[in-house]
């Protein structure tokens, strides 16, 4: 069937011509999107109009986990898909990531995913945000520290890269969450139990001053989250959410960050 037929068939059935992706493949949700040998995963907003710009939310999966569990997560592609977020999950090689050391691989390759979407979808440049969870949080922070230059945010979920890494690029904003109590990734303590060391090195190297506690604040009552700000930096801007349990995505977490991002007023879910 020649593309002019097709486009016309969708008008015709009121579904935006745009919606139907590139005309080399229609990869969306479970069906991965092929870079050479390598995939991702894409979860589009409910209601999207084919055409808007989209912000970009690119989350870097767990350990043992891929980006098909990504676009079905309700805390991550439930947050995403309510706000009018296009959700891009890469799948690591053996369900993992190489972000032990500078210059790997998977900096290269979240690159080219990030590039390869903007090929399928209209991308709002100024909003694009990377997050990851647990070694993906830590991948996370590899990729911005060597690549990070144009990511308006990174949302940090249970996972770092050592406070004493020199990055060589940086995102505008740095959100980092983690609890007390993580048995998995241990919460990294400062010199004599300073609980604001897991964002050092963003805090360093955008010429931060002392933090402001901005209180308490949960979005499901049996979990509640305090939070400390900088944002009286030479640059950028960080916050740090320590809460007492252990590993895991805190429920709302990822929808308040957008929500804050984005201009909404928070909500759950």
């Not at 020649?2 to 139907?20: C, D, E, H, K, Q």
């Not at 402001?212 to 400390?228: C, D, H, I, M, Y």
Request: aromatic share 10%; proline share 7%.
């Amino acid at each position: 069937m020649f593309r002019p037929v097709l486009v016309l068939i969708l008008v015709l059935l009121g579904l935006p011509a745009a919606a139907m992706g590139p005309w080399k493949d229609r990869c969306h949700a479970e069906t991965p999107c092929r870079i050479d040998d390598r995939s991702y995963h894409v979860k589009e907003p409910d209601g999207w109009d084919g055409q808007s710009p989209l912000p970009v939310l690119l989350h870097f999966h767990g350990w043992a986990r891929q980006g098909s569990l990504i676009v079905k997560h309700q805390r991550i592609s439930g947050a995403t898909r309510r706000r009018g977020v296009l959700l891009v999950a890469p799948n690591g090689l053996g369900r993992s990531w190489d972000f032990w050391r500078a210059g790997t691989a998977d900096v290269d390759f979240a690159r080219s995913v990030l590039e390869d979407i903007k090929t399928r979808y209209p991308v709002d440049e100024n909003r694009i945000y990377v997050s990851g969870y647990s070694w993906g949080s830590n991948m996370a922070w590899r990729f911005v520290c060597e690549d990070g230059a144009d990511i308006a945010a990174l949302l940090a979920i249970s996972g770092t890269l050592e406070q004493s890494e020199q990055c060589s690029t940086a995102p505008k904003e740095v959100r980092q969450v983690f609890g007390l109590n993580d048995r998995v990734l241990d919460f990294p303590y400062g010199p004599g139990g300073d609980t604001t060391y897991p964002v050092k090195l963003w805090r360093d190297h955008f010429g931060c001053g002392a933090g402001q506690g901005a209180g308490p604040w949960n979005a499901v009552s049996f979990l509640t989250l305090e939070r400390t700000i900088w944002d009286t930096c030479a640059r950028g801007r960080v916050s740090l959410d320590i809460h007492p349990g252990g590993h895991f995505i805190p429920h709302g977490w990822i929808a308040r960050q957008l929500d804050e991002l984005l201009g909404r007023t928070p909500s759950y879910p």
